[in-house]
T-cell receptor, first 114, second 115 residues
Framework: DSGVTQTPKHLITATGQRVTLRCSPRSGDLSVYWYQQSLDQGLQFLIQ???????AKGNILERFSAQQFPDLHSELNLSSLELGDSALYFCASSVGLAASYEQYFGPGTRLTVT | TQLLEQSPQFLSIQEGENLTVYCNSS?????LQWYRQEPGEGPVLLVT?????EVKKLKRLTFQFGDARKDSSLHITAAQPGDTGLYLC???????????????FGQGTILTVHP
């Protein structure tokens, strides 16, 4: 158990819909990261928040957005869903800002868009 | 464009054999990490290497960072069925000298160790 929790574990929805994925970081960790994992693209970095502020951005689509709240939990919002958005979405947390800090991954949310 | 190339993509071996997984790039990394992921779970960090030429050992696993900090290898001695999983390398490019948390992952190596 990494100490990072993600809900829901599974999500099945239709194209065009909007979903929200939730992440609670490990106690004491200020950084939260979101990743997307698919068979063809592998594990892709989406975005990083540190203490409530966006600090790094990867290949995140404009249809996707995220935020980190004062209690440090984070949400990833996916809208106008397409079939290609079906993937595993991981949240990770670390104590610091830099990539050299160990990132602890949650169990993931499996999103299926039908 | 994939910044990190891992090879091989698949590896199927018998218990007791040795193996090496490679992670190569044309970019210089300020640090490189190796993760292991099991089905239905998130990746778990195995090691972080930061110095060119660095070698780290974790029981039967040996990790090496290239002198130029562009490549790395993971060597497993006497593999066991419990080593089965997806092995991922991930690099921190540290673009512009700002070391934020962006990691670039390789495509992964799926290792299967048969009893």
């Amino acid at each position: 158990d990494s100490g990072v929790t993600q809900t829901p574990k599974h999500l099945i929805t239709a194209t065009g819909q909007r979903v929200t994925l939730r992440c609670s970081p490990r106690s004491g960790d200020l950084s939260v990261y979101w990743y997307q994992q698919s068979l063809d693209q592998g594990l892709q970095f989406l975005i990083q928040y540190y203490n409530g502020e966006e600090r790094a951005k990867g290949n995140i689509l404009e249809r996707f957005s995220a935020q980190q709240f004062p209690d440090l939990h984070s949400e990833l919002n996916l809208s106008s869903l397409e079939l290609g958005d079906s993937a595993l979405y991981f949240c990770a947390s670390s104590v610091g800002l830099a990539a050299s800090y160990e990132q602890y991954f949650g169990p993931g949310t499996r999103l299926t868009v039908t | 464009t994939q910044l990190l190339e891992q090879s091989p993509q698949f590896l199927s071996i018998q218990e007791g054999e040795n193996l090496t997984v490679y992670c190569n790039s044309s970019s210089v990394f300020s640090s490189l990490q190796w993760y292991r992921q099991e089905p239905g779970e998130g990746p778990v960090l195995l090691v972080t290497v930061v110095t060119g030429g660095e070698v780290k050992k974790l029981k039967r696993l040996t990790f090496q960072f290239g002198d130029a900090r562009k490549d790395s290898s993971l060597h497993i001695t006497a593999a066991q069925p419990g080593d089965t999983g997806l092995y991922l390398c991930a690099g921190d490019v540290n673009a512009g000298g700002t070391s934020y948390g962006k990691l670039t992952f390789g495509q992964g190596t799926i290792l299967t160790v048969h009893p």
